[in-house]
């Protein structure tokens, strides 16, 4: 435990009120959707780690109850009851009332923070229908009410329902949040289980030996029980990387852990290599991921060769005339985890997710690059970083073997346009920023495609085949698949590490296939390929899935489309028993006309924009469901899949379409 300092509301420094977030709420939250509401209970268990993260206490508790109700707790100090000697409000009120108020701007009570820096509270009980907090400090228990009333055809978003109150004694410590997400904001929404426990898992690992308890009040189990996890790792990030690398093969058992200290700078890495040839680093800034990288990412590789290099020479692996390798050589395969914690972060990029503080750099390269060949120097440690040479090694001999066949740097700018010849159909249009390019399961689909299109800015590209598993390949099996090649040259970005968004030629890369097994089997490999090799394609929101109907009914000049059942039962009954029924079992069923109104029309198509929540689980759920282990694999399917799901659709002959 911390030792506890005088924690008063005087602390809590207030920048401006509370104002505009129901009525702009997408500013703070970014969407209204299940993300959004997901993201208001991440600010109140962000400010519980907090607590906790930095020594205040040591177990968080969230629980889900029956209504759409969320309940977080935790063993710190308690919130402050004081008054606040500028508001004159108990410190309560000003967390919950005021926007950017918090303990966490001069680094006086908190060492490190993540969350919104003070916005989280505030955003949380604008946004729920009512919200309340109970905190047990000084051995007093207090309980404060707030709510989101409409008065006078307006809602007063967050006030104050019940003024902080003494309400008891008691002999523990800590604040308990209880509140309920505003359906006038997020609709029908509802807490999804399985995402929050994977979002504490994570956090979990990232703040080694904190309990974090997750429970599902609302469905009791088949014995009665409910859901429950209890998430504690001792070996932190160590046991995060190994938990990621379930399902590869992993070329040593204990994963290379260091972590270093200087003045208010921390920094913990765990690396284990695979027999795989994609690279997957993992990076946080006090507990918030980033997935774009930053300073700190590159100060890390830069310790990584460096060391790995040094190693090969001390021990003549590499001799006195090879030359040194390369970053890439060491990252082929390795499975990275990164935490730094520090003070007046600086994020960059449209998504706040990469690090831009320059000083990081040199900071993670020299605390790591000692910490790291020290430990490689140990006998433990010894053989396995022998493996990582001579795997990179391998990897070097293979990108010089790829190089001498066709330079392959110039292969990931920019293939020979040979490829596309006869594949390709490309728009009229010169304009990247409107321009789509649709990839389409076959040749069939893709003649209907060719005609349907408008040419001025929609360009088809016809798959013959499956794509490879690029998962399971290297990268000069990959480069000379022709699906693949052919996919790069149309695009015009080259791959990983030659990656260069500024030169894609389309806005919209939409993935078109059918609705049955062989579709989504190339969805899948279409996605990993974009993952591990083009994945700010991905991130910076340009990849997407056409969504074809599953059904069109007919009713004499009446033609109406439908993407899912449950919209099909709305239109038979608008339509009626008499109305003529047709199910599509693929893209190749549907003529131009079709196609274009259903699923090209950009005034009326659906399309879903492929986007990366937690880039984390989303490297674990590939390597489970694209790699080798297939009894991993196996018993993700069990635990995920609904094998109690009933396809009721029926089509009478007579009213077969």
């Not at 490297?619 to 094998?643: H, N, P, Q, T, W």
Request: neutral net charge.
């Amino acid at each position: 435990m911390a030792q506890e300092q005088a924690y008063k509301a005087s602390d809590i420094r207030v920048l401006e009120g509370l104002d505009a977030v129901r009525k702009r709420p997408g500013m703070y939250i970014g969407t209204t959707g299940s993300k959004g509401m997901h993201h208001i209970l991440w600010e109140i268990i962000d400010n519980c780690v907090d607590e906790v993260a930095n020594g205040f206490g040591d177990t968080v508790t969230i629980e889900l109850l029956d209504g759409n109700i969320a309940r977080v707790s935790d063993n710190g100090r308690g919130i402050p009851v004081d008054k606040h000697p500028k508001l004159k409000i108990s410190g309560v009120e000003v967390v919950f009332t005021q926007l950017h108020a918090g303990a966490k701007f001069d680094n006086g009570q908190y060492a490190y923070s993540g969350g919104l820096h003070g916005v989280g509270a505030s955003v949380t009980n604008a946004l729920s229908e009512w919200l309340t907090v109970e905190v047990k400090r000084d051995g007093h228990l207090y309980r404060a009410e707030f709510h989101s009333p409409q008065i006078g055809g307006k809602i007063k978003s967050g006030v104050v329902k019940t003024p902080l109150t003494l309400v008891g004694k008691t002999k523990d410590k800590g604040t308990t949040v209880t509140f309920k997400p505003d359906e006038r904001v997020f609709g029908k929404e509802e807490f999804e289980y399985d995402e929050v426990t994977e979002r504490m898992r994570e956090v979990a690992y990232l703040n080694r030996g904190v309990t974090i308890v997750v429970q599902d009040n609302r469905l009791p189990l088949g014995g009665g029980d409910f859901r429950r996890d209890v998430f504690c790792y001792k070996g932190g990030i160590a046991d995060y990387v190994q938990y990621l690398n379930e399902g590869r093969t992993v070329l040593y058992d204990k994963p290379f852990y260091v972590e270093a200290k200087e003045d208010k700078f921390e920094v913990a890495v765990a690396i284990q290599h695979t027999d795989g040839y994609s690279e997957s680093i993992h990076s946080y800034v006090n507990n918030i991921p980033t997935p774009e990288g930053g300073t700190h990412e590159v100060g890390f590789k830069s310790a990584v060769t460096k060391v790995f290099n040094e190693f090969a020479r001390k021990n003549n692996i590499l001799k006195e005339k090879q030359a040194n390798l390369l970053g890439e050589d060491f990252r082929e395969g390795m499975v990275a985890v990164i935490t730094v914690k520090m003070q007046n972060v600086q994020f960059e990029g449209q998504t706040k997710g990469k690090l831009g503080n320059p000083e990081v750099k040199s900071k993670v390269e020299n605390l790591v690059s000692e910490k790291l060949e020290a430990l490689i120097g140990m006998r433990g440690f010894k053989s396995a970083a022998e493996k990582v040479v001579a795997k990179a090694m391998g990897a070097a001999k293979s990108r010089e073997a790829a190089k001498r066949a066709k330079d392959i740097a110039r292969q990931q700018n920019k293939l020979n346009g040979s490829n596309l010849i006869g594949k390709l159909s490309s728009c009229t249009g010169r304009n990247a920023s409107v321009n789509e390019l649709f990839i389409v399961e076959g040749d069939s689909a893709g003649g209907s495609a060719k005609q349907a299109r408008d040419r001025s800015f929609q360009a088809i590209l016809p798959l013959r085949g499956k794509p490879l598993n690029v998962e399971k390949a290297p990268l000069e099996k990959i480069l000379a698949n022709e699906e693949i090649s052919t996919i790069i040259s149309a695009l015009g970005t080259g791959i990983e590490p030659a990656f260069d968004i500024e030169d894609l030629k389309y806005d919209k890369v939409i993935i078109l296939a059918d609705a049955d097994q062989d579709g989504a089997h190339i969805r899948a490999l279409l996605l990993t390929f974009f993952f591990r090799y083009m994945r700010p394609l991905i991130t910076e929101g340009h990849v997407y899935i056409g969504m074809p109907p599953l059904y069109k009914m007919q009713k004499k000049d009446e033609v109406r489309y439908f993407y899912d059942d449950a919209a099909l039962e709305a239109g038979r009954k608008e339509m009626g028993k008499t109305a003529l029924l047709q199910r599509f079992k693929g893209l190749g069923e549907m003529n131009p006309e079709q196609l274009w109104d259903t699923t090209m029309d950009p005034a009326h198509r659906a399309l879903t924009r492929v986007t990366i929540e937690d880039a984390a689980a989303a490297d674990k759920r590939i390597s489970i469901l694209m790699g080798d282990d297939s009894a991993v694999r196996k018993e993700y399917i069990y635990k995920y899949a609904d094998f109690n799901r009933v396809d009721d659709f029926a089509v009478s002959e007579e009213n077969r379409g």
